[in-house]
């Protein structure tokens, strides 16, 4: 099944660059686009994941990177978050669980199984 949207990947790639150029031209702050880098990581992300829609992902992205706040003095890697935030959307796991501390929490001891099993396991 094909998006009706687009005809090939090459016009996936280049609906998905043009979200990442608006994206970087004002939406992230910090975000420069630049063509030899992007270009390939786009073009990977419409190869791994064909039916995501790559472009929605990408403003997505955007507008979620509007209220990001980087620590003082630390600098962010776009791409990288970029890159990690596709790969969520196409696995659905999103790193974090519904608990209070986030995807933190230690696990429970019965999680490990009986003490004697894992000393025989050591």
């Known amino acids: 099944m094909s998006d009706p949207l687009f005809s090939t990947d090459d016009d996936k790639v280049e609906a998905a660059l043009q979200a990442l150029r608006k994206a970087s031209g004002g939406i992230v702050r910090g975000y420069i686009f630049k063509d030899e880098y992007d270009r390939p990581m786009v073009r990977d ?51 974090r669980s519904s608990g209070p501390r986030g995807g933190s929490a230690a696990q429970t001891a019965s999680a490990h199984g009986d003490t004697s099993e894992a000393l025989e396991r050591w």
């Not at 790559?54 to 630390?74: H, L, N, Q, V, Y």
């Not at 890697?77 to 796991?93: C, F, S």
């Open 45 to 95: 992300f419409v190869e791994r994941y064909p039916r995501l829609n790559i472009a929605d992902e990408i403003r997505k992205w955007s507008a979620w990177m509007t209220e990001f706040e980087p620590r003082k003095g630390r600098k962010v890697k776009y791409r990288a978050r970029l890159t990690t935030w596709v790969q969520r959307a196409a696995t659905g796991d999103y790193g």
